[in-house]
């Protein structure tokens, strides 16, 4: 049960298993990335290029993982144990200019924001401001602090008197059980969804209309070192992907029943009406005039001076550095 | 503690660590996967306020609540099994038991229960300090000799005067040790019950540098929750030598 | 120097006194559940063994081969007031049995054990008893170890400090009296010891080997320290030892237990007048006698 | 075990509380909260392929390779120690102090150190079972008395000799007893290195599962931990009875 | 029955052996080090102590309140082949370390240790030697104990075993072959410590308090059973005792220590023929004898 275990490097002269029979001459390189939380919509591309084969025909083995902790895949980009790793804009700009943590972004998957703080349908919150005096819990992302300070702040309120929890991911479990009163790093497309599903309406703010600049949802980040020596292995990687995007964007159920039959069922139970809107949801905040995964430097600046804005940041970090465009 | 000479040699193993480490951690140069320990010092110093003024009250106040409450609990089911056959019957085999599984893979059901509040902490804390309070009170209960019982029967002593004049004297020196197991395991039960959900304390602080890629603040903690650790043990070899002056302890 | 008063009321007296422990089966499931509960040996934090100073429980109890076995059939003896009786005989001929039905630990199945000649509902707290070992309570004090028999009665632990304190004394432990047992030699422990059974106020004091601890010269001495203190207070003593020559050196009369069940007491007067002395053992006459006592020791040892 | 007398004292307690577990969660109705326990039996089988052939293997593979380290590390290091008094003089007083820090806290860093592959949650189970094993061992190999010591000494004996005719032989009940602590807490060292990192093992199911608003599904793999736990200690009870058979038990 | 041979080679000798134990200071720390470590009343999870059945550590050492003091002062003495020596002395005047010297386990500060006139490099390994209580190892049965001195001198286990299987009988151990100690009274454990002294295949054995753990009777026993033993093996016997009356039973020379430092043993022979029973002992000759040791050894131990 070990996704992480490595697999055997000179592989040519092995077992003739189908990825070899399907794979280019040569050794297949290995690409590990890590998922930003457990698998749904968002990743369906992959799981297209996987299930489809457009990984093998790059020559990559990659193995999917997904984290323990929702900031676990920056962490483990950062520190090398994985080549890729989805994460978050700010994210990365935090790392790059507060520690000067050697990762960059390599494409922007989810152009702006799912992330809603979200609360029960009868809960008295009414507009931001609302929130001081609450507690508000979150997947101990850094970014959504910064989410709640500037919502509270814009709508008039004093964000010191929010009390942010770190729980992980329990996000549904807890505003459910009620320990808290609302929670942020919610997704539109996810957590609102499945609630409803299982029977809890909520309501939600969208940060965007409260001051929040439309940030890259979800980017794919590796390490400096990495991006040196594996260049051209995420190179191809990428490839694929916007291969599995193509195909999902023209088969949208094609590439959920894919998603779904990945998923084991006792694992990560997905339910397929909640996947599908959630999808709908999805497509347009992904696509991009300049093509998937493209990101631009306006995009970067703009986050990077809200961030300066409020304090969350004290340096600007180089745009040099924190992102490539692959699609050039 | 009393041969000063005894603490030259690990003093030195752990001087040539640090400085191993030191070294290890420049050469790397990834500050926050293997941050070196003058960082980690200087990081604890730039912490300090936040951390002595926030965290430090945060988490004691965790393992004080938790060690008074399984203290009470765990000295009461003690000297309760002392008193009555069938409840020991009962409840010892279970409270054995209970240590071959791994209780505290309950400890997230906790946060459900008591939500983020100090008692999804206390909880885990008396969880995991329970038993060897209980056990080692017990057990000192028991461990008064089966002779001494006899004699003071021979001078008509009551089942209170053989309570308080036997028993717990005798259980006081195993209270004690299951409290130096206690007092330790508190601080790993309040620093993983801060894991699970907290908004304040040393294990949220360490976890929450982690998140803002801070290598040296993510030991800062570490460095300061070792420190109770020891100071706690300290405390009560402090209190077991005041109260156990009769001991042969030259 | 015989103070044998045959008309006046014995002591201590048994009226066919029969006892036996409970079935072997029952009395070891017992022993065990309370020393060895079988899930001890799971602990996976086992018990703390704290060396806790001055707690001895070195000496193994006899293996209980004969229990559901009658061990004394129909016993009767008598002790007159002011008598020193020794007793003696194997290891498991019940020396100790016979202690503890004297106590009130354990009861006999039939017969009476009278004391000055009345029967009492419960023995417990009637008689003054020295165990084997020192056996005192580590964290007391001298003073507050023989002051326990005191406290028990129901004085206050001051009252009860002050009494003793008058007669450390006369038991050569004035300067020792806020030492801790761990602090005394094997002889001044066993001291102690006797002063808290003399405090607990009766005239019948029963010592279990008290001196099968100490060294042979140890022994030799608290053994004349012994007769003093008896002279001194005249009280009747009972005396338990492996010993023969600590018995002849001691005893007005020697009990032998020598066969199982115990049906009679091998009564033997010691014919030697007081004050003894360490070479009073050695006329003629004595030495028979301790020939005599080894052999009927010795037959019943050898298996 | 001997007598399953001493047993219905225990299991009664134990059904009396599961009934009452039953009733408190059936009148709740949250079973996300607090799942009866009849849906938690339920659920065990239910999943039961997947937590068999997936979860437990995972578990115990980490269980085992973590005991199997730290086992050779800490009777190494016990021998060593042993061995060579400047190694002990080292170490030992440092073994003891970390004992009194929570080196728990440390296990975060190892999901940085060795991604989320086994030797991270490997990593945890050896920082906790290390040190039992290694203070019960060399306890142990202390244990025999010095006036055996100086008696084989007597007969010529050689260093070597010493060592495999007495401090071995002594050691091993000593060792036996660190490795029954050692395997209780590896299970709860893998369980929280699941936490902090996994793709598969009982504990990250657990985890896993409170996410999906499954509370049974919560407590499933927790009862298959704690039996995993019991059946471990009861292996290496099994064990001690058969290389000890010289022991007086009756 | 005297087999001394003066002008032969003595099986031991003393040359002016000086002796004295390191500094209070260094061996009291060292002591400590070794079994408190100051850490250890730390232990949060302290030391599991396991009840090894069968190993007594009881005896308190005699606290080492004479170190640094010169325990031996130009010491000589000779034992010649063949001869049964009881050394008798109080408690802490060096009994136990002449054996630890001639045994090879301290070393003389000055002087010479010679074994029938030869001095040696090291003398471990060159005398047999049976400690006080019967310290066998509690998980080898009574065969492998016996082999241990043997398999130590290279033999293989199986070989060593069948060598000692052969000799059981003659002490009395061929039903016990296979139990292990816990199973033994306490005179069949010494039966064994013995055998096992026996088989260090030096004609010098050194007893020491061999029997001072076994009640009255059983010592008597094995008091004989030893008289029997060393007659059919003519090994010369040094023998530690605490009793007067087990010395004069038992020996050729009783040698006194009384002294600190010691310069001079008072040697003092027996003038009893063998075979001896106990009453041998009763002969006025031999009261005397014992009077006069008695009060040798009281006035040192009175303080
Ligand atoms: N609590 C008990 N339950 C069952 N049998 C017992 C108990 N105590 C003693 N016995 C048995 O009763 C018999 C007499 O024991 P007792 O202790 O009186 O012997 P003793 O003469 O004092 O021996 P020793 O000289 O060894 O002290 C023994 O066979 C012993 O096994
Ligand atoms: N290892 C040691 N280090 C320092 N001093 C010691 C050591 N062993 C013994 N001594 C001291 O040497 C003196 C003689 O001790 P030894 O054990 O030889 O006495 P002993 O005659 O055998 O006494 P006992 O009759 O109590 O066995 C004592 O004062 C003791 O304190
Ligand atoms: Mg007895
Ligand atoms: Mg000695």
Redesign the interface.
Known sequence: ?????PAEKNAGDASDTDAEKKAPAGEQAEIDI?LDW?PNAVHSYLYVAMENGYFEEEGLEVTI?????P??PI??A??G??TLGITYQPDVV??RA??N??VKSIAAIVRSPLNHTIFLEDSDIQTPADLAGK?V?YP???LNEALIKTMVLSDGGDPAEV????????????I?????DAVTGAYINHEVPVLAF?GHATRYFNPVDYGVPSFYELVLVTNDATWESQEEDIRAFWRAAVKGYEYMVEHPDEALDILLNYQ?Q????LIEAVEKQSLTILLPKMEADSGFGSQDADSWQETIDWMLEYGLIDETPSLDEIFVNITE | MRHWKDWIAPFLLVFFALLAWEGIARFIG????LPAPTEVAAKLWELKVILFTVHLPATLQVIITGLMLSTLLGTGLAVWMNWSKPVEKAFYPLLIVSQTIPVIALAPIF??WF??TIWSKVAVTVLITFFPITVNTFDGLRSSSSQLRQLLLTMEAGRRDIFFKLELPSSLPYFYSGLKVAVTLSVIGAAIGEW????AGLG?FS??M?????GAGVFAPIVLLALVGISLVLLVVLLEKMTLHWRKTE | MMRNNQHGQAALQFNNVSFRYPTAETSAAKAKGRRNHPLRSFRPFPAIKTAVAGSQTTKSQPLPTHADQLLFDSLQFRVEAGEFICIIGPSGSGKSTLFKLITGLSRPETGQILLHGTAHDSLLGKVGYMPQHDLLLPWRTVVANAALPLELKGASRKEAEQRVTKLLGQFGLEHVANSFPWELSGGMRQRVSFLRAVLSGSDILLLDEPFSALDAITRLEMQEWLMEQWKRRRTTVLFITHDVDEALFLADRIFVLHDTPVRQLHDISVPLRRPRNAASLHNPELIALKQQLLELLRTKVKR
Request: charged share 20%; proline share 5%; aromatic share 10%.
């Open positions: 049960g070990e996704n992480a275990e890590m457990y993982q997904f984290p323990a902790n900031t676990d962490n483990l950062a520190a144990k994985i935090t790392a507060n520690q943590v050697p507690k819990g101990g992302i850094p009390s942010m929890i770190d729980i992980g991911f329990e996000l549904g479990t807890s459910v059980s009620k320990q808290v299982e084991d006792a694992n990560f139970p | 990834m500050s926050f996967i946060v459900l939500g983020y699970l959900g907290a908004q949220y976890r929450r982690m998140t803002q890629f801070d």
